[in-house]
């Protein structure tokens, strides 16, 4: 894994895409749609989303100086299995939304975050970060965290507009990276991701025009 990103780059694709979620949240009304992640109602990706922004938060105020990092933006997705139970953590989610005595309350609760992460993210030295056991540099933490809520973005974007192009690219720039056979150049970035997290199988004729892809994938989970 190569995938190095410098703060400016992380820093902007973050904040592209948290500008999305904003206005996503801002016309969202349906937490019991079903979401591409599978097994997760819409309502469940959002509760899973504003826990990790949560930390991503907390990470933000303990920024570190130079100094040796032990993964780059890709590196990141390798710690996960891509081939988990669907239903894992399913139940607790679903106890977080019904926390909520409606859609708008959840919705409201998950816009605020957002708002003041991206405050968090504008004002973030360059630097290290650790999180997770893992040591980032602030360009490749944020850039992977883009990547995240792009992911996360397309499950819901069957009744939402589309991810931001620069996370949906740094994306489509991840998986490239993890997965040993090339991506398709003539796929867009949607599509690469959804086949890359496995939102989306090869269909056969696919598989047939490029041996081994459908073996190579998914790389994200």
Do not use: K, N
């Not at 922004?53 to 130079?66: C, F, H, I, S, T």
């Not at 405050?119 to 040591?135: L, S």
């Not at 690219?169 to 086949?195: F, I, K, Q, S």
């Amino acid at each position: 894994m190569t995938l190095h990103l410098d703060h400016a780059e992380g820093r902007d694709a973050l904040l592209d895409e948290l500008a999305e979620w904003e206005r996503l949240l801002g016309a969202f009304d349906d937490l019991d749609a079903p979401s591409r992640c599978a097994g997760w109602t819409c309502g469940q990706v959002l509760a899973h989303v504003h826990l990790g922004l949560q930390d991503v938060a907390l990470a933000l105020l303990a920024v570190e100086g130079p100094g040796e990092v032990t993964v780059d933006a890709a590196g990141y997705w390798t710690r996960y299995p891509t081939a988990s139970d669907p239903d894992a953590g399913s139940a607790f989610l679903a106890g977080l939304v019904a926390a909520y005595a409606r859609p708008a309350a959840l919705t409201a609760h998950v816009a605020g975050t957002v708002r003041g992460l991206a405050r968090g993210v504008e004002r973030a030295p360059e630097g290290r970060i650790v999180f997770q056991d893992m040591t980032f540099s602030t360009g490749d933490f944020l850039g992977s965290w883009a990547v995240e809520l792009a992911v996360h973005h397309l499950d819901l974007e069957l009744i939402a507009d589309p991810p931001a192009a620069s996370a949906l690219h740094l994306a489509r720039r991840t998986v490239e990276d993890l997965t040993d056979t090339a991506v398709p150049t003539d796929w867009d970035d949607a599509t690469a991701v959804l086949a890359g997290t496995g939102r989306v199988r090869l269909s056969d004729a696919e598989a047939a025009r490029h041996p081994g892809l459908r073996e190579a994938l998914p790389v994200l989970r």
